[in-house]
């Protein structure tokens, strides 16, 4: 018997289709990004990851295969406007846009910056971080438009192809999308660099490297346990 969760589930990109401006994105967008995902293997079954990095403002759309284990990348998109500086969010009003280890949390067919995705900031790491007298934020997104105070805006345009793919992903049982937001591509000459800029960022940095270190090298995630305060990677 289906569950009914199975069902919700799997009527995922029905339901988003009954917005107009994800029929939209569905209309314009579709044909061409499932030409080149069947070129490259996919088809619309697959399974999404993004890793973004601030310094480069680039956000990278990786897919696999669900009996795959190592994901492919697929496009990489520019962020059309930045906030802060390097370094994670801490504090509410910080400007900051987050960085660690994240998933999606929210599809808005409705937002005020044409489609977005939350990404579930704050996790229990930036809780430590923040402390229990401030307050930590929230409402971080990957959207349309071409503003920011903490956000990762894409356009208009590039949000529609990076919602798509993240609506076929859900629509076939993915259920947990990693967002991966590092301050900088973390190699050892970027981290000696930045490291001595932000010297009060480094043992987080550290931290971060590792999970970027061993996707770079096996092309998926390890396994990431915030613990007390911390990214401990396995």
């Excluded at 490259?40 to 990851?49: A, H, P, R, V």
């Excluded at 590092?182 to 590792?210: A, C, G, I, T």
Aim: aromatic share 14%; with cysteine; proline share 5%.
């Amino acid at each position: 018997m289906t569950s009914i969760s199975a069902i919700t589930q799997n009527n995922f990109l029905q339901n988003q289709l009954k917005f107009e401006r994800f029929k939209q994105a569905y209309d314009e967008k579709w044909d061409n990004l499932k030409k080149e995902l069947v070129s490259q293997g996919f088809e619309d079954i697959f399974e999404l990851c993004i890793n973004a990095y601030k310094n480069e403002g680039k956000l990278e759309v990786w897919l696999k295969k669900p009996y795959q284990r190592k994901f492919k990348l697929f496009r990489t998109y520019d962020f059309c406007a930045h906030s802060g500086t390097l370094g994670p969010k801490v504090i509410e009003g910080d400007l900051q846009t987050p960085e660690g280890f994240y998933k999606i949390n929210v599809f808005n067919p409705k937002s005020i910056y044409h489609l977005s995705l939350g990404v579930d900031y704050p996790n229990s790491v930036d809780l430590a971080r923040t402390g229990i007298a401030n307050k930590p934020g929230g409402d971080i997104y990957i959207h349309g438009n071409c503003v920011t105070v903490g956000c990762i805006p894409l356009t208009d345009d590039k949000i529609k192809e990076v919602y798509l793919l993240a609506v076929f992903a859900k629509n076939d049982s993915q259920n947990t999308m990693p967002v991966n937001i590092f301050p900088f591509k973390m190699d050892e000459r970027n981290m000696e660099n930045y490291s001595r800029k932000f010297p009060q960022h480094v043992e987080f940095w550290q931290s971060l490297q590792k999970g970027y270190l061993a996707f770079e090298k096996n092309n998926f995630l390890p396994i990431i346990t915030p613990i007390k305060g911390k990214y401990v990677i396995k």
